[in-house]
């Protein structure tokens, strides 16, 4: 019975054994690239040799941890390097999830650390001729500057028509998360042509590669575009209002009449120091012992507010204040009416599209590289465990165990370093702003989001500015509702108007010159009539 019972056992822990190795297979099988930067970089990873890329990468701990990773070691410098990869990726078929680290060690206020994602590059190209003209199927990651504050996806698509290559954008990215901490970036491809975008784990952006809405230029083109060789009729009359020809300037127009004249009804103050000039000399300025009159000319005391002008209700020379002149008018201008002749702003007819083409799946190239090319005013950013797999379990695995444990750590001690030395009211604020960045990624905001990652920026760096930031941040948030809920229909895209005569923009462009030369030459008639005043030494 005994004997039974141990076969059993045994006989289970064969199949159980055997149950991890296929997996352990599988899984394996699901990774398509993975670097965790545990050994030294070099002679896997090419550094390229182009001269503007005169940054050094280095194989570093992230701090805090015994955990390597490949580090850009200065500031304001140019980065490239790249990894061939063993087998090239195909992105055609099934999930492809793209997962990445980086650390911003010492934050990251103008730069990039996004990744390249190669296609395959022609014949005779070298890995140590890396630079931003090899061409990529994929570029994906954090970049932040000035008003930029985003989480690159761009998608480089061959139009089958043209034979070109066109950069698709992802319209309305989230933001680039504003700490210190070790973040992990996922971009997932599925076959329903869906693109999901992960930060930390977390879905902050899905989209649809085909959706017109998503990616800006649209994958699919526009089946009309305007005739190139179409052109405006001579005769063709845009102006909606003219000048009404059978107006005329009353006789009582006078445009010569100023705006201000003097107020004839003003009296002068009683009390009114004619005889006090309005300023003085300092009584209290002396003559510096180190004064020559022979080479510094004669001295004379600063001026000053004449104290006595102050006590009265005024002093010197009494003139009568201006006022508005009833009988001013100003240049006539014949009323405007409805133009008889008024056709409507031109515009091109449309014609087919030649490049129109459509689609059921991206024609995505495949991956024959990862590259790191990148222009940064920041050191200290770490990139570490780049993943290429097909499973998104298997990339949240990886988030699990390699990524998890880092960021909780420095989760933990960020607290206790605010807890310490921020104080109750900036750990308060950095979790207004916390909740404030995760607002600005809600996707109604739209093309308003730069405005509130502006605001935001701004507020960071003047925390006593936060009250304010809140309440403009709601006005933009109320506003967009509103137009949401009244907004009517969609306005039409403005087109160029029929520019002015040039005759008449160089007139008053000659005008605007000939005046300022003109006041520049009295100024320089007064600075030559009035009197040298010294009141210190040349140097």
Same mark, same amino acid.
């Given at each position: 019975m005994?004997?039974?019972s141990?076969?059993?056992?045994?006989?289970?822990?064969l199949?159980?054994?055997?149950?991890?190795?296929?997996?352990?297979?599988?899984a394996?099988?699901?990774?398509?690239?993975?670097e965790?930067?545990d050994?030294?970089?070099?002679g896997?990873?090419?550094?390229?040799?182009?001269?503007?890329?005169n940054?050094?990468?280095?194989?570093?701990?992230s701090?805090g941890?015994?955990?390597?990773?490949?580090?850009?070691?200065?500031?304001?410098?140019?980065?490239?390097?790249?990894?061939?990869l063993?087998?090239?990726?195909?992105?055609k078929?099934g999930?492809?999830?793209?997962q990445?680290?980086?650390r911003l060690q010492?934050?990251?206020?103008?730069?990039?650390?996004?990744?390249?994602?190669?296609?395959p590059?022609?014949?005779?190209?070298?890995?140590?001729?890396?630079n931003?003209?090899?061409?990529?199927t994929i570029?994906?990651?954090?970049?932040?500057?000035?008003?930029?504050?985003?989480?690159?996806?761009?998608?480089?698509?061959?139009? $089958? /028509?043209?034979?070109e290559?066109?950069?698709?954008?992802? =319209?309305?990215?989230?933001s680039v998360?504003s700490?210190?901490l070790?973040?992990v970036?996922?971009a997932v491809?599925?076959?329903?042509?869906?693109?999901?975008?992960?930060?930390?784990?977390?879905?902050?952006?899905?989209?649809?590669?085909?959706?017109?809405?998503?990616f800006?230029?649209?994958?699919? $083109?526009a089946q009309t575009?305007?005739d190139?060789?179409?052109?405006?009729?001579?005769?063709w009359?845009?102006?909606?209002?003219?000048?009404?020809?059978?107006?005329?300037k009353?006789?009582?127009?006078?445009?010569?009449a100023p705006?201000?004249?003097?107020?004839e009804?003003?009296?002068k103050?009683?009390?009114?120091?004619?005889?006090?000039?309005?300023?003085?000399?300092?009584?209290?300025?002396?003559?510096p012992?180190?004064?020559?009159d022979?080479?510094?000319?004669e001295?004379?005391?600063? /001026?000053?507010?004449?104290p006595?002008?102050?006590e009265?209700?005024g002093?010197?020379?009494?003139r009568?204040p201006?006022?508005?002149?009833?009988?001013?008018?100003?240049?006539?201008?014949?009323?405007?009416?409805?133009?008889? =002749?008024? /056709?409507?702003i031109?515009k091109?007819?449309?014609i087919p599209?030649?490049?129109y083409?459509?689609?059921?799946?991206?024609n995505?190239?495949?991956?024959a590289a990862?590259?790191?090319?990148i222009?940064?005013?920041q050191d200290?950013i770490?990139?570490?465990n780049?993943?290429?797999?097909s499973?998104?379990?298997?990339?949240?695995?990886?988030?699990?165990?390699?990524?998890?444990p880092?960021?909780?750590?420095?989760?933990?001690?960020q607290?206790?370093?605010?807890?310490?030395?921020?104080?109750g009211?900036?750990g308060?604020?950095?979790?207004?702003?916390d909740?404030?960045?995760?607002?600005?990624?809600?996707?109604?905001?739209g093309?308003?989001?730069?405005?509130v990652?502006?605001?935001?920026? /701004?507020?960071?760096?003047?925390p006593?500015?936060?009250?304010?930031?809140?309440i403009?941040?709601i006005?933009i948030?109320?506003?967009?509702?509103?137009?949401?809920?009244?907004?009517?229909?969609?306005q039409?895209?403005?087109?160029a108007?029929?520019e002015?005569?040039r005759?008449?923009?160089?007139?008053?462009?000659?005008?605007n010159?000939?005046?300022?030369?003109?006041?520049?030459?009295e100024q =320089?008639?007064d600075a030559?009539?009035a009197?040298?005043?010294?009141?210190?030494?040349?140097n």
């Amino acid at each position: 019975m005994e004997e039974r019972s141990r076969r059993m056992w045994t006989r289970y822990a064969l199949l159980l054994l055997a149950g991890c190795f296929v997996s352990q297979l599988y899984a394996s099988s699901d990774v398509k690239f993975y670097e965790s930067f545990d050994e030294a970089f070099d002679g896997r990873w090419i550094v390229s040799e182009k001269e503007e890329y005169n940054g050094v990468w280095k194989h570093a701990k992230s701090e805090g941890h015994d955990d390597h990773g490949l580090l850009v070691s200065e500031k304001a410098r140019k980065y490239a390097i790249v990894k061939e990869l063993d087998d090239v990726v195909d992105l055609k078929d099934g999930t492809v999830v793209l997962q990445y680290e980086v650390r911003l060690q010492d934050g990251l206020e103008c730069g990039g650390a996004y990744l390249k994602y190669l296609r395959p590059q022609e014949a005779g190209w070298i890995p140590k001729e890396f630079n931003n003209e090899s061409p990529y199927t994929i570029m994906f990651g954090p970049d932040r500057c000035g008003a930029t504050n985003k989480v690159h996806f761009i998608l480089k698509h061959k139009n $089958p /028509k043209s034979g070109e290559y066109i950069e698709h954008h992802l =319209n309305f990215p989230p933001s680039v998360p504003s700490d210190k901490l070790t973040h992990v970036y996922t971009a997932v491809l599925k076959p329903d042509n869906e693109l999901l975008i992960l930060i930390d784990g977390e879905e902050k952006k899905k989209a649809s590669f085909l959706s017109e809405d998503d990616f800006e230029p649209s994958l699919i $083109p526009a089946q009309t575009i305007p005739d190139p060789e179409d052109k405006k009729p001579e005769d063709w009359d845009e102006r909606e209002k003219i000048p009404d020809p059978d107006a005329k300037k009353p006789d009582d127009w006078d445009e010569d009449a100023p705006m201000e004249i003097e107020d004839e009804e003003a009296e002068k103050p009683e009390g009114w120091l004619d005889d006090e000039p309005e300023e003085i000399d300092d009584p209290e300025a002396t003559k510096p012992e180190d004064w020559v009159d022979e080479e510094d000319g004669e001295w004379e005391a600063p /001026k000053i507010d004449n104290p006595k002008c102050a006590e009265g209700p005024g002093c010197g020379e009494w003139r009568r204040p201006m006022k508005r002149n009833p009988a001013y008018k100003g240049k006539w201008h014949a009323p405007l009416i409805d133009n008889p =002749n008024y /056709k409507g702003i031109w515009k091109p007819r449309d014609i087919p599209n030649p490049n129109y083409f459509e689609l059921d799946r991206p024609n995505f190239e495949p991956i024959a590289a990862i590259g790191i090319e990148i222009w940064t005013m920041q050191d200290g950013i770490l990139f570490d465990n780049i993943l290429i797999a097909s499973d998104e379990k298997v990339a949240e695995s990886y988030r699990k165990t390699a990524w998890k444990p880092k960021f909780d750590v420095e989760k933990e001690k960020q607290k206790a370093e605010e807890a310490t030395t921020s104080g109750g009211l900036k750990g308060f604020q950095k979790m207004v702003f916390d909740l404030l960045y995760k607002v600005a990624d809600i996707p109604l905001l739209g093309e308003h989001k730069s405005k509130v990652l502006d605001l935001l920026e /701004k507020a960071e760096t003047q925390p006593n500015l936060t009250v304010g930031v809140v309440i403009s941040i709601i006005v933009i948030i109320f506003t967009v509702l509103l137009k949401l809920t009244f907004g009517g229909k969609k306005q039409q895209p403005a087109r160029a108007t029929e520019e002015p005569k040039r005759s008449d923009g160089a007139e008053a462009s000659t005008s605007n010159s000939q005046g300022a030369t003109e006041e520049k030459d009295e100024q =320089n008639e007064d600075a030559t009539a009035a009197p040298r005043r010294r009141t210190r030494r040349d140097n």
